[in-house]
């Protein structure tokens, strides 16, 4: 399916001389929106693409929320221009868990362990922690703390995002029975 | 503002060419400045499509870091670390994995933060930064590539496209060690010191400080103090009494110039410390 989304209503055709069209892959589909030179990724998701799962807390790649996959990897959406989402391919929290809203496994940890209070934090936690387990499938706490180091939570005490990230690379395989 | 993607090279040094134009890396710090009003170009040249700027290249006797290679790439990198233990630690302690995917190499040189992790070990292991401009080519020692703060040897128009390091002899170690006050943070200082150890004795050695100067420092005086020595533990505890006495620290936020001083010389005698046990383990 090909998303055509843009702000104010005006169709792409009569872009505005200083934006231009960006097309990339998001959570599986193909998109197109329009992006000024100076929008972050970010904006875009949020704002054209209304998918307000990633949220912005510090607007300077230092606390997490913010994060996405770009390619299999976690980057900050507060600090990439939204430019360089050309021909990538990128997955927000909306991309996670099944077409009825099951949750994947990495999101059932978070729910089974506590990983959660507020929310506002975790859409950027589960991500940074799925590309963590992307390359290190069967992380140690150790290494789990270490990969979110950079995701900060001002409720929790982290210890049950940790439990949460260690069960989900610990566990049975997706799909299977856990907790 | 324009916003151009070259994908050569040669493409890449024609829009750099043009006044007003910055080139765009990584953008974990360009990006804000931008934001803040800090920085106003005309024009951003992003890297992220020139294949020619990507990635690690093992050569028979050097390996090249292409600039726009990102601090993920260097921790994950099979034989890096393994040649140049130095610069995979301070890969590792770099920002948070989310910058480290978006940081380069070049970006956090070009930057020329005065406390950027990666100087240090570069300027010990001896790397070499390659610039082009749509005229000429040149090769620089990083060590002589920092000015000041936020200030290279960069012309007007020139783009450092890698960095080059001579592959390691059987010899030959590194350290890094950086001083922090929590995990995810800008160094309070950093050392890094690549030696060749010859029968126990130092037969060749760089030590650099970060975060202690205008521009990464290198410690000359400790060079010629440990230089033909064994690295043993009343040469360590000179080496620590002195090497606060070579840095310009200022105080500021992060810590007093005083506690810098103390911190080098810690650093120092312990980066000595590790390259050398990295000899008989």
Request: neutral net charge; glycine residues 12%.
């Amino acid at each position: 399916m090909s998303a055509c989304a843009q702000g104010g209503g005006a169709p792409v055709s009569h872009a505005p001389a200083d934006k231009v069209r960006v097309a990339f892959t998001l959570n599986g589909a193909p998109v197109e929106v329009l992006a000024a030179a100076t929008d972050r990724l970010i904006d875009v998701l949020r704002g054209a693409l209304g998918l307000v799962g990633t949220r912005e807390g510090c607007g300077a790649g230092e606390c997490g929320s913010c994060t996405v996959e770009v390619d299999g990897r976690a980057v900050p959406s507060c600090i990439l221009p939204a430019r360089e989402a050309e021909g990538r391919s990128i997955t927000t929290i909306e991309g996670l868990g099944g077409p009825g809203g099951e949750l994947d496994r990495l999101q059932r940890a978070f729910v089974e362990h506590g990983g959660v209070q507020c929310g506002f934090c975790t859409p950027g936690m589960v991500m940074a922690a799925r590309s963590l387990l992307r390359r290190n499938p069967h992380p140690s706490p150790a290494e789990i703390r270490t990969a979110l180091a950079g995701n900060l939570c001002r409720c929790t005490g982290y210890v049950q995002i940790v439990a949460a990230v260690d069960a989900a690379g610990h566990g049975a395989d997706d799909g299977g029975a856990h907790g | 503002m324009q916003y151009h993607r070259p994908t050569t090279l040669a493409e890449a040094l024609r829009l750099v060419a043009e006044p007003g134009a910055r080139v765009l890396a990584g953008g974990t710090d360009l990006v804000l400045r931008m934001r803040d009003g800090r920085e106003r170009p005309d024009a951003l040249v992003s890297l992220g499509r020139v294949a020619e700027l990507a990635g690690v290249t093992l050569g028979a006797g050097s390996v090249r870091l292409g600039a726009r290679t990102t601090l993920a790439e260097l921790v994950e990198h099979e034989e890096l670390g393994r040649l140049f233990p130095a610069l995979l630690e301070a890969a590792r302690v770099f920002g948070s994995m989310l910058v480290r995917n978006l940081a380069t190499v070049g970006g956090n040189l070009c930057n020329a933060s005065p406390c950027s992790d990666l100087a240090p070990p570069l300027i010990a292991l001896g790397a070499r930064v390659e610039l082009a401009s749509r005229e000429a080519r040149r090769e620089l020692p990083l060590g002589d590539f920092f000015v000041g703060p936020r200030e290279t040897r960069l012309a007007p128009g020139e783009l450092l496209t890698a960095v080059v390091l001579d592959r390691p002899g059987p010899r030959d170690r590194s350290a890094f060690l950086k001083h922090t006050r929590v995990t995810v943070d800008l160094a309070l200082v950093n050392v890094a010191v690549a030696l060749e150890l010859d029968r126990g004795k130092v037969a060749r050695v760089r030590a650099v400080a970060g975060a202690v100067g205008p521009t990464p420092l290198r410690l000359l005086g400790i060079e010629a103090l440990v230089a033909g020595q064994a690295l043993g533990p009343e040469l360590l505890a000179e080496v620590g009494r002195r090497a606060g006495d070579e840095v310009k620290p200022i105080s500021d936020v992060r810590a007093s110039a005083e506690y810098r001083r103390m911190l080098t010389g810690v650093l120092c005698k312990r980066a000595l410390a590790t390259a050398a046990a990295a000899e008989v383990s």
